[in-house]
């Protein structure tokens, strides 16, 4: 059996597709029009009208809900935030402190939503184990470490190599840090039932609709517009197909392999009864977890980026591609070399200039926009989607400021992304970098960071 390649993702192979829903009939109004039907517009939906349930609200998607990054994701809930650091900065420590706990609470806030609307999404709550296996990535992994108890995570605990054998066998790792605000999911069945959850609240959702341009009051399809006091763009690694906003956020592409089902002797040898999502301290770091029904699904970064912003059809990724992600599936677990991947696939998500995650509300115009997640948006998209649901009942009179309201992550403004042919050689030797010094740190002695990825670092604005 060879390796599906494409078909969107894994996780549709398994589940199915979602049954299409009807197209925008033409020109109507709402109260709210979101524009994405992924977990950020999805959960603001919800939200909104369970807060305000007289509200007329509209969801516009340009393929089907769950298309993008939300049914193509390593399946991830934990409570990691792009731009914490870079917000502690602007705003004092005691700020992020906060963002992290919304953070941290947001992972809870998922799981038992998903109970309550009974969505079944193969949620399993094992917490996070990020490992190292050379003495670079275990210096940094032990910064890591203490920088996470100084943002309020006392519950986070330091592993040694037995300790972190016990929980997961990874060939040569040194050491390991493990939170348990972190949990494997499922990612296209969260979508699906999501969808299913706002439709029987009364949203109108309208699928092959792709939304051109954001305007003030108005969003526009070829199909007809919607006018509404409030636009909500929800796009997150597709915004740059939206007029005027095609330098605002980089899609960057990230792929993905699942495994065959393993049988009990694979893991009787690999361990991983906790199940939990498994990371590593590498520049261009890997994302896994054990699913459901026993495979092992594992993503990385393939080719980063397509020049001028474009976006694949339908995940398909490059063969180099999936024998890089084999390489690291065998270099973590070499009793899996024959193991066959079933299938592979790839996605983007959103990357502003700053690397800083950001929801905001244009009380003027009435646009909202949340995203930027940099690949945590699993979780983050709650939490965005809960901010936009109170920052529009405050514009609207219907309430006040909230502990939401005032993170700091609320309206922080970012610069556009350099014009090509500039982005695009700047991310592909970015990668470059990163990946030259992975390969450099795995056979050198030195706790050091290598020098090159530093500069790396401060050149993107990751740090």
């Known amino acids: 059996m060879s390796t599906v390649n494409g078909g969107i993702s894994f996780w549709y192979a398994q589940e199915g597709l979602p049954a299409p829903r009807e197209p925008l009939p033409g020109d109507t109004s709402a109260d709210v029009v979101i524009v994405g039907g992924g ?80 969505i079944d999404a193969d949620i399993h709550q094992g917490g996070v184990l990020e490992v190292a296996y050379t003495p670079a990535q275990l210096a940094r992994l032990k910064a890591f470490h203490a920088v996470e108890i100084a943002f309020g995570e006392t519950d986070r605990t330091l592993h040694g190599v037995r300790e972190t054998a016990e929980r997961i066998r990874v060939q040569g790792a040194v050491g390991s840090t493990w939170t348990p605000h972190g949990a494997r999911l499922h990612p296209a069945k969260l979508v699906k039932g999501l969808a299913a959850a706002v439709e029987a609240l009364g949203v109108t959702i309208h699928e092959s609709t792709p939304v051109t341009e954001i305007k003030p009051k108005h969003a526009v399809t070829p199909y007809g517009t919607v006018r509404a006091p409030y636009v909500l763009r929800c796009t997150e690694g597709f915004t ?45 770091y890997m994302y896994a977890q054990r699913t459901a029904d026993d495979r092992i699904a594992l993503g990385g970064r393939g080719v980063p980026y397509r020049y001028g912003s474009k976006t694949d ?46 929801v905001t509300l244009d009380r003027s115009t009435g646009i909202g926009w949340a995203g930027g997640y940099v690949g945590s948006g699993v979780a983050t998209a709650n939490l965005a989607a809960r901010t936009l649901r109170d920052l529009i009942q405050q514009d609207s009179g219907q309430g006040g400021p909230t502990e939401l309201t005032t993170l700091p992550w609320v309206n922080h403004k970012v610069r556009n992304w350099e014009p090509e042919p500039l982005r695009w050689l700047a991310v592909h030797s970015m990668y470059a970098a990163y990946r030259g010094a992975d390969r450099r740190e795995l056979t050198a002695s030195t706790t050091e960071t290598d020098k090159i990825a530093q500069y790396a670092d401060r050149l993107s604005g990751r740090h």
Request: charged fraction near 20%; charge should be neutral; proline fraction near 4%.
């Open 39 to 118: 977990y950020t517009g999805l959960w603001t939906a919800y939200y909104l009208k369970k807060a305000v349930p007289f509200l007329n609200i509209t969801v516009l998607e340009a393929k089907f809900c769950g298309y993008g990054a939300s049914g193509r994701n390593g399946g991830w809930l934990y409570n990691g935030i792009a731009g914490r650091d870079r917000y502690a900065k602007l705003h004092g420590h005691e700020q992020a402190v906060r963002l992290q706990q919304a953070m941290n609470d947001t992972v809870t806030e998922v799981v038992k939503t998903a109970a309550a609307e009974s």
């Open 240 to 284: 740059a197909n939206l007029k005027g906003s095609h330098r605002a956020w980089l899609p960057m592409n990230s792929s993905m392999i699942a495994t065959e089902p393993l049988p009990k002797s694979a893991w009787d040898a690999i361990g991983w009864e906790g199940r939990e999502t498994l990371g590593d301290m590498a520049h261009a």
């Open 313 to 358: 059809n339908d995940g398909r990724t490059q063969p180099g591609t999936i024998e890089d992600l084999r390489e690291i599936l065998t270099r973590f677990f070499p009793s899996l070399a024959s193991a066959r991947i079933d299938h592979a696939w790839s996605g983007v998500l959103g990357v502003p200039r700053d690397w800083c995650a950001t």
